[in-house]
């Protein structure tokens, strides 16, 4: 059975950086594409980041650059979502999804993604 567990959220302060990780269970990650959403308040949820856990190409909602940074760890079934110079809005539960992909390309679809962690807080305050 896959499992994911996200964690690594918080309260941080606008300008601040948290690293948020995701450990899949059940399944080969290389396999697979391992992708970042985040829903706020209201909102509907939107894709952030996604990795081929088996190319390491990404696939990136728009950011200003330097402002997140995903990267895998397959022996240890890991993917971790680095972020930095941190803004209000970006404050959401952020949630670690995983599909089982054959291309070497990760998809920013929501719907194709199979499987989800339970999601991470991530509070930013101005």
């Known amino acids: 059975q896959v499992q994911l567990v996200d964690s690594g959220g918080g309260l941080v302060q606008a300008g601040g950086s948290l690293r948020l990780s995701c450990v899949g269970s059940?399944?080969?990650?290389?396999?697979?594409?391992m992708a970042w959403f985040r829903q706020a308040p209201g909102k509907d949820r939107e894709f952030v980041i996604a990795?081929?856990?088996?190319?390491?190409?990404?696939s990136s909602a728009e950011f200003e650059e330097g402002r997140l940074t995903i990267s895998r760890d397959n022996a240890k079934n890991m993917v971790y979502l680095q972020l930095n110079y941190l803004e209000p809005d970006d404050t959401a539960v952020y949630y670690c999804a995983a599909r089982q992909s054959r291309s070497s390309v990760p998809s920013y679809r929501a719907a194709r993604y199979e499987h989800w962690g339970p999601g991470t807080q991530v509070t930013v305050s101005s």
């Open positions: 990795i081929s856990m088996n190319s390491g190409a990404t």
């Open positions: 059940g399944f080969t990650s290389s396999m697979y594409d």
